[in-house]
Nanobody, 124 residues
Framework: QVQLVESGGGLVQAGGSLRLSCAAS????????MGWFRQAPGKERDFVAT????????YYADSVKGRFTISRDNAKNTVYLQMNSLKPEDTAVYYC?????????????????WGQGTQVTVSS
């Protein structure tokens, strides 16, 4: 069982930066693929980024490639999402997710555990 708690969301102007954190409980964090997803009002939950167990492999949605960076610190049981050059269309609730004993995935239904989400609002 893994519990995830996101933090770091807030209100930022377009062009600004935020860093989201996701703290995980459980001793098997280092064996979980981690992902970030986001959901805007009235829209489906969309894939943002994913990172492998070791952190050596990452993959991003085209909409955030070159602006967002996912990373993890297995010693701290934490995954991060550094978001730069933010745009109003990045406004959403951002969710951290964990996938046990498998490879990276862009599909939300393949993730086993989810955090409660953190709001990111980008003003124009």
């Amino acid at each position: 069982q893994v519990q995830l708690v996101e933090s770091g969301g807030g209100l930022v102007q377009a062009g600004g930066s935020l860093r989201l954190s996701c703290a995980a409980s459980g001793r098997t964090f280092s064996r979980h693929v981690m992902g970030w997803f986001r959901q805007a009002p009235g829209k489906e939950r969309d894939f943002v980024a994913t990172i492998s167990w070791s952190g050596s492999s990452t993959y991003y949605a085209d909409s955030v490639k070159g602006r967002f960076t996912i990373s993890r610190d297995n010693a701290k049981n934490t995954v991060y999402l550094q978001m730069n050059s933010l745009k109003p269309e990045d406004t959403a609730v951002y969710y951290c997710a964990a996938r046990a004993w498998s490879g990276t995935s862009t599909r939300a239904y393949e993730y086993d555990y989810w955090g409660q989400g953190t709001q990111v609002t980008v003003s124009s």
